[in-house]
Structures are given as structure tokens and as C-alpha cells.
């Protein structure tokens, strides 16, 4: 695989797993669960689920 192949695949694969867990967090905000216990819950920073809660109010 030559190299331009291999980082546009590994860019997909990245913007699979943050559209993934954008759509967990507006989930899990639906279920009316806190900043926190979303954090928690997948394994990530606050400050990580909060920029993502910011992007989804702004989309909406």
C-alpha cells in the first residue's frame, strides 16, 4: 500500500470514530446523562465531550 493510501485510510478511520462518538454523546444526552457521566462512560476527557456537546448545539 503506497503511503497516500495508507494516511487517507487512517483519515477515515479517525473521522469514523469521532463521527462514532458524536453520535454516542447526542445519545447519552438525549438520555439526559451529565457532562461527567458521559466522560466516564466513554472513556474520555471532559473537555473532549465538550467541545463535541458544543459542535452538536451549533449543527442543531
Same mark, same amino acid.
Request: with cysteine; aromatic share 0%; glycine share 8%.
Given at each position: 500500500?503506497?503511503?497516500?493510501?495508507?494516511?487517507?485510510?487512517? %483519515?477515515? &478511520?479517525?473521522?469514523?470514530? !469521532? /463521527?462514532?462518538?458524536?453520535?454516542?454523546?447526542?445519545?447519552?444526552?438525549?438520555? $439526559?446523562?451529565?457532562? %461527567?457521566? &458521559?466522560?466516564?462512560?466513554? !472513556? /474520555?476527557?471532559?473537555?473532549?465531550?465538550?467541545?463535541?456537546?458544543?459542535?452538536? $448545539?451549533?449543527?442543531?
Amino acid at each position: 500500500m503506497h503511503s497516500a493510501e495508507r494516511k487517507g485510510r487512517n %483519515e477515515g &478511520i479517525k473521522l469514523g470514530k !469521532e /463521527e462514532l462518538l458524536k453520535q454516542q454523546v447526542k445519545k447519552k444526552l438525549a438520555k $439526559g446523562k451529565s457532562l %461527567e457521566a &458521559i466522560a466516564d462512560e466513554c !472513556e /474520555e476527557e471532559t473537555s473532549v465531550i465538550r467541545t463535541i456537546i458544543n459542535e452538536i $448545539g451549533e449543527a442543531e
